[in-house]
């Protein structure tokens, strides 16, 4: 049995981790209309793009696009108001050779296929919260955090974590075959220790379960 000064702290700290959570989903949310504008931007953009005599030249009648390519700095404007800046000669170089080695076509299938994939894990990471949120609210108002809805919780915790883990991996192996280049980015060994991680605690909590319905006790309170 816990401490009442204990369960009291569990109590608080379960309340402040669900109130997070809530707040985090509801900020999350916010990402979802920024990344479906940006995969409508992306195609509109791309077709005004040109590469004329090494530099990058944007045919944009009402200028509110710009980009600007000055002392080593490439910089793109919306109504004057910087979005992005690249530095360095050698990177822009290689902004260059990327317009130059690929279709726009291509360019843009790559881009809307990243989109695609941030998207995802935005909704991933939305249903991971609302998880989250759920669990540490049943902490906060039952006697135990040992119950078979909290189980439930966790599994699913774990699936989406789990999918989160392995989707860099088929995005980047996507956009590798549609680019023809080398993302360097792969599925290891750390990813499936993480894996393997987050089932087993899903079983040890399970396992917490039962040994509390075997023993008819509780973490804490009478």
Known sequence: MIEKDKQRKLKVLSKII???????????YIAIPFIVLGMVIIPILMNKIDIKNDRIILKDKGNVISIVEKNDKLTINIKDAKVAEVTGAKDISKIKDFFNNNSKGTIIAAGETALAFALISIIIAILL?????????????????FTYDNVEHIRRIAFLMIINIILPAIASAVIELILKV????????????????LYVLVYVFEYGCKLQKDSKCKIYGE
């Open 18 to 28: 669900y109130i997070l959570a809530k707040i985090g989903k509801i900020l999350t």
């Open 129 to 145: 919260l609302r998880r989250v949120e759920k669990i540490f609210k049943n902490i906060n108002k039952n006697d135990t955090p």
């Open 182 to 197: 080398d993302l360097n980015i792969h599925f290891g060994a750390y990813n499936l220790i993480e894996i393997l991680s």
